[in-house]
């Protein structure tokens, strides 16, 4: 019996994750962390039965442990319980399905923790690459992606050598509006940006996608994870999403994971690595797949990911300024107090007023990401 914890059960990647242990039958859930969703959450608890769950509001904790005083469930809050929920004794693996730089030092104690990372926070290398990838190797941890894109990296790596990538091929969908240029961008609603072609996700990745800073971040993680240089890293629009990743070798091959657009498959294969195991749904018919098509990402009008090509290549605390401006100007596209096309005017103008830290620390990070948010609350 495979055991997990899993920070943000109740989010896209957190209640798919319990969708595929509902159906494997032989994980046991050990611990859940959740932010404010304690309906959700107590659905969950009494249907998995972990030994503790974690609430980052404390007053949503104390609501949620007098709903489930029936049950043996110890109930903690704020950074201590997810810290707590990422360390528990039982789990082997933990799946870091939480949005934001909130899952750093969860990340960071369950490695210490010897607990293999299944990781859906990308922001966690993006921000703190420089510090997992090197701690996971001394306590012999394995970060497993989650992403689907890193995942078909990952699996195309399978076939080949790590130290034989000519470039890693990474693809995106384009988002909702690929194809457009700048000018046709101006009055893009909250409704327009959430409509993906091709994925059901989260309302904040679901923006990222359309912005294609998402792109930018995967670029940035993918360098740690695959231990290769931003510019070794091609972003590639695949709009059918059939085609999740690849990996060019030297010699000229290319290697690619195909499938139907499920973050099902990604999961189940971190959580069961090396184990390959049936998953039910949706399967690629080729009879009935017309065609798949390629284009190069429009780096002028989502200048987003240009963006985050230089924020990767520069280093050091850079990368945090783009994850942290990016995460507060969504959220104010999100609440309707920006226009869309301000996300990518903010990040610049905070990537460019940031004075450089070359090897930020952990403290470092977090202060760096505070500033960023203070800087954007003053001017907007």
Same mark, same amino acid.
């Given at each position: 019996m495979k055991k997990i914890a899993i920070l943000g059960s109740t989010g896209?990647?957190?209640?798919?994750?319990? %969708?595929?242990?509902?159906?494997?039958?032989?994980? %046991?859930?050990?611990?859940?962390?959740?932010?404010?969703?304690i309906q959700l959450l107590e659905r969950q608890i009494r249907e998995f039965r972990p030994k503790l769950a974690a609430v980052w509001s404390e007053e949503k904790a104390n609501d949620l442990k %007098?709903?489930?005083?029936? &049950?043996?469930?110890? =109930?903690?809050?704020?950074?201590?319980? #997810?810290?707590?929920?990422?360390?528990?004794? %039982?789990?082997?693996?933990?799946?870091?399905?939480?949005?934001?730089?909130?899952?750093? #030092?969860?990340?960071?104690?369950?490695?210490?923790?010897?607990?293999?990372?299944?990781?859906?926070?990308?922001?966690? #290398?993006?921000?703190?690459g420089h510090i997992i990838m090197p701690l996971a190797k001394e306590y012999g941890v394995s970060i497993l992606p989650v992403d689907s894109e890193h995942s078909a990296i990952f699996q195309?790596?399978?076939?080949?050598?790590?130290? @034989?990538?000519?470039?890693?091929? &990474?693809?995106? @969908?384009?988002?909702p509006f690929r194809g457009r240029k700048r000018e046709e961008l101006e009055q893009i609603q909250v409704e327009d940006a959430l409509k993906h072609p091709n994925w059901e996700m989260g309302r904040k990745i679901t923006i990222d996608s359309s912005t294609m800073v998402n792109k930018g971040l995967e670029v940035i993680e993918a360098k740690?994870?695959?231990?290769? @240089?931003?510019?070794?890293?091609?972003?590639?629009?695949?709009?059918? @999403?059939?085609?999740?990743?690849?990996?060019?070798?030297?010699?000229?091959? =290319? =290697?690619?994971? #195909?499938?139907?657009?499920?973050?099902?498959?990604?999961?189940?294969?971190?959580?069961?690595?090396?184990?390959?195991?049936?998953?039910?749904?949706?399967r690629l018919d080729f009879g009935k797949l017309t065609q798949l098509t390629f284009e190069r990402p429009d780096m002028e009008t989502f200048y987003?990911?240009?963006?985050?090509?230089?924020?990767?290549?520069?280093?050091?605390?850079?990368?945090?300024?783009?994850?942290?401006?990016?995460?507060?100007?969504v959220a104010l596209f999100l609440d309707r107090k920006i226009r869309y096309l301000q996300i990518p005017e903010i990040i610049q103008n905070c990537m460019e007023k940031h004075k450089l830290i070359l090897n930020p620390t952990v403290e470092q990070i977090l202060e760096t990401g505070r500033e960023t948010y203070e800087f954007i609350r003053s001017r907007w």
């Open positions: 896209s990647i957190g209640t798919q994750t319990l %969708e595929v242990v509902r159906e494997n039958g032989d994980i %046991e859930v050990t611990a859940l962390a959740a932010g404010s969703n %007098e709903n489930i005083k029936d &049950l043996d469930v110890r =109930i903690v809050s704020g950074m201590e319980g #997810l810290k707590e929920a990422a360390v528990e004794r %039982e789990a082997e693996i933990l799946v870091t399905a939480i949005v934001g730089m909130i899952g750093i #030092l969860p990340t960071i104690e369950a490695i210490k923790a010897k607990k293999d990372i299944a990781l859906a926070n990308k922001e966690t #290398l993006v921000t703190a195309s790596l399978q076939g080949g050598q790590q130290k @034989s990538i000519h470039k890693i091929l &990474l693809t995106a @969908s384009g988002g740690w994870l695959f231990d290769v @240089s931003v510019d070794q890293v091609e972003v590639v629009v695949q709009p059918q @999403s059939i085609i999740h990743s690849m990996v060019e070798y030297e010699d000229g091959a =290319i =290697i690619a994971e #195909l499938g139907t657009p499920d973050m099902k498959l990604p999961i189940q294969y971190a959580l069961y690595y090396p184990e390959r195991r049936f998953l039910s749904g949706e987003g990911l240009k963006l985050a090509y230089e924020a990767g290549r520069t280093g050091g605390s850079l990368p945090t300024v783009l994850n942290a401006a990016n995460e507060l100007a």
